[in-house]
C-alpha cells in the first residue's frame, strides 16, 4: 500500500476592496512613496471596511471562492483550521463561526497562532490529520484583519501591513505529490521585538493601555529584519539540501511576503533565477497569515502538476520554517 500524502487540491481566495496607497499614507503619516517602494517593495495594500466586520469575513470569502471553484460539497470537510492573528473575538475560536457560516457543519474546527507563520505551521498540521488517515478533507485558511490592530500614526508598522485570506483543501494523495518535508522553527527570543503590549492576561484592556496605543502592533524593524534575512535563509536553503535538491530542482518559491529584500535574500541563498520567485507584496502588503495562501491563489494557473514548491515564512515570536511540497494538480484545469 502506498503511502498517503497530504496535497493541496483547491485554493481560494479575498482581498477587500478599498485600496490603500503608499501615496494616500503619505497623507495621513510622514513617509512617501520611495520610502516606502524602496524599503518594502510595497506600493499598495488593501483594508477592510465595514462595521461589524472582522477576520471572519476575510476567512469567509476565501472558504466560498474555493468550495466554489473547487465545486466542493462543505458538508464533506472534516476539520476546519484558521490561522491567524486577528481572531474576531478573544476567547470563541473564529474558526468555529466560519466553518458554519460556510456549511460545513460535519467539521471540527479551531484557531491557530503563530504570527506570519501561522499558516505555514497549518500546513504541517493540516498534512499531520490527512496522513494519519483519519481524515480526508481539511480546509485551511489563513486570514488577517491587520488594520484592527495597527496605529496609523506609527509609519514603522502602517505601511507594512494588509488584509487579506486564503485557503487550501487538503487530501490524500497515492501518488506521492503534496507535503514532503518540513523544518519548523520557534525561538522565545523575539517574543519582545514584534508584539502588541497589551489586550493579553499579562496587561489587560484598561483606560490607560488604550490611551497609550498598547493595544497596537509594535515593532522593532531592524532586529526583526535580521532575523528575518538570516531565519527564513536558513531554513530555505536546507531543506533543498535535506531533499537534495539543486535550484534547477525547484519550481517555485513560495515565501511570506513581509519585505521584498528578505525575498531577495532567501531566493538568493537558494541560488533561483527571478521568475522562480512569486510575489505579490506590491499589491497586497503583509497580510500575516494570509500572504502563502494569496500567492498560491494570484499564481495558481502556472503551477503544473508535480511541480516542486517551497515554502518560507517567519513571524513574531520568533516563528519561522520551510515547507517542500509537490504540487498535485495542474492549475490551469
Known sequence: MNKITAAITAVGGYVPDFVLTNKLLETMVDTNDEWITSRTGIKERRILK?????????????????????????????LVLLATATPDLPVAATAVYVATEIGATNAF??????????????????????????????????????????DYTDRATCIIF????????????????????????SDGIGREFLKIDA??????????????????????GKTVYKYAVTGMADVSEKIMERNNLTNADVD???????????????????????????????????????????????????????????????????????IYLKWAYDGDR
Open 50 to 78: 465595514g462595521e461589524g466586520l472582522g477576520t471572519s469575513y476575510l476567512a469567509i470569502k476565501a472558504a466560498e471562492d474555493l468550495i466554489k471553484k473547487g465545486n466542493i460539497n462543505p458538508l464533506e470537510i472534516d
Open 162 to 185: 494588509g488584509d487579506g485570506a486564503g485557503a487550501v483543501l487538503f487530501e490524500p494523495n497515492n501518488e506521492g505529490l503534496g507535503l514532503q518535508d518540513e523544518l519548523l522553527k
Open 252 to 322: 517555485w518559491l513560495i515565501a511570506h511576503q513581509a519585505n521584498k529584500r528578505i525575498i531577495d535574500a532567501t531566493s538568493s541563498r537558494m541560488n533561483l533565477e527571478e521568475e522562480k520567485v512569486l510575489i505579490n507584496i506590491e499589491r497586497y502588503g503583509n497580510t500575516t497569515s494570509g500572504t502563502l495562501p494569496l500567492l498560491l491563489f494570484d499564481f495558481e494557473k502556472k503551477f503544473k502538476k508535480g511541480d516542486n514548491l517551497i515554502f518560507a515564512a517567519f513571524g513574531g515570536g520568533f516563528t519561522w520554517g520551510s
Open 109 to 150: 474546527a479551531y484557531d491557530m497562532q503563530a504570527a506570519c507563520s501561522g499558516f505555514l505551521f497549518g500546513m504541517s498540521t493540516a498534512a499531520a490529520y490527512i496522513a494519519s488517515g483519519r481524515y480526508k478533507k481539511v480546509l485551511l485558511i489563513g486570514a488577517d484583519k491587520m488594520s484592527s490592530i495597527i
Open 199 to 220: 489586550g493579553g492576561s499579562i496587561l489587560p484592556p484598561s483606560i490607560e493601555t488604550v490611551t497609550n496605543k498598547q493595544h497596537a502592533v509594535f515593532q522593532d
